[in-house]
């Protein structure tokens, strides 16, 4: 009976060892700018149908002001009747997180709003938005490969 017991706590333990490791373990990169992980996301080919904005675009359509953040890159739709958007951004200082992710969320909301009545897909690849946290990045995408965006923002961190 101690024997089984003992069996099952190592294999337990074991698969708790390679969760651990699977999931969790990869380290950012904190030395990386917003515009160092811009180019290794433009270079995927999956920013489409967006423009590079920049700090103008933050404060028009986030109200705030990049010179508050470490690094900042926007792109935003091309045409006023398209909801692509992607934002990366480097805090200064991680409590920075959640009041920005406060605003992207006031973002989406004010989006959702203004296509509610006539934008079926527009809708969708908002509902659909990727926002991802890593150390002291912060990533935003509406696409429709919004996914995709977020994956290769995650291998563009490492």
Known sequence: MKM?????LINITAA????????????VNENLSAKDIQKSIVETGLVKNMEDTGSKGLKRYYGLNSSDFDSVVLYTPESS????EMLIVKVKDKSQIEGLEDTIDN?????LQSFGSYG???CGLLN???LKTEGKYVFFAVSENAEKL?????EAIK
Not at 4 to 8: A, G, H, S, V, Y
Not at 16 to 27: A, D, E, P, R
Not at 107 to 111: A, D, G, K, L
Not at 150 to 154: H, I, N, T
């Open 4 to 8: 089984k017991l003992k069996k099952i």
């Open 16 to 27: 708790v060892c390679i969760c651990i490791s699977l999931t969790g373990c990869t380290k």
């Open 81 to 84: 009747m398209e909801v692509d």
């Open 107 to 111: 973002r989406v909301n004010s989006q």
């Open 120 to 122: 079926p897909e527009q």
């Open 128 to 130: 659909n938005y990727e």
């Open 150 to 154: 977020k994956e290769a923002f995650k």
